[in-house]
Nanobody, 125 residues
Framework: QVQLVESGGGLVQAGESLRLSCVAS????????MGWFRQAPGKEREFVAA????????LYADSVKGRFTVSKDNAKNTVYLQMNSLKPEDTAVYYC??????????????????WGQGTQVTVSS
C-alpha cells in the first residue's frame, strides 16, 4: 500500500504564497504520477496539477497556470505544490493522490488509487 500525508495549508491574504507538501510512504517504487486536486464547499473536486515521478512531466489546470508550480524530490518521496499570487477563489481543501501505473489521463480523479486526507487552504481578501 501507499500512504500519503499532505501538509503546509493555512490562512493567508490574497497575493501571498503557500507551499504544500505531500509525503508518500509504503510501496512507492512502482508509482507513476502524483496529482493535486482541490475541493471547495459545495463544489466538486477539481484537478489542479500533476507530475510524473520518472520523467518529471507536469500538467496544470488553466485556473492555476502561471501561479502554481508542482515539483518533486524523489529521494524524499515528496511532491510539492508552490502556490503564488493566491486568490480567494483558491480557497479549498487540497488533496494529493497517487497513480501507480502509466495512464494517458492525469486530470480525472478516478485514475488515482491512493489519496491523502487533505490540507485546508484559506485565502482572505
Amino acid at each position: 500500500q501507499v500512504q500519503l500525508v499532505e501538509s503546509g495549508g493555512g490562512l493567508v491574504q490574497a497575493g501571498e504564497s503557500l507551499r504544500l507538501s505531500c509525503v508518500a510512504s509504503g510501496h512507492t517504487f512502482s508509482s507513476y504520477a502524483m496529482g493535486w486536486f482541490r475541493q471547495a464547499p459545495g463544489k466538486e473536486r477539481e484537478f489542479v496539477a500533476a507530475i510524473t515521478w520518472t520523467g518529471g512531466h507536469t500538467l496544470y489546470a488553466d485556473s492555476v497556470k502561471g501561479r502554481f508550480t508542482v515539483s518533486k524530490d524523489n529521494a524524499k518521496n515528496t511532491v510539492y505544490l508552490q502556490m503564488n499570487s493566491l486568490k480567494p477563489e483558491d480557497t479549498a481543501v487540497y488533496y494529493c493522490a497517487a497513480r501507480l501505473r502509466f495512464t494517458q489521463t492525469l486530470t480525472n480523479n478516478y485514475v488515482y488509487t491512493y489519496w491523502g486526507q487533505g490540507t485546508q487552504v484559506t485565502v482572505s481578501s
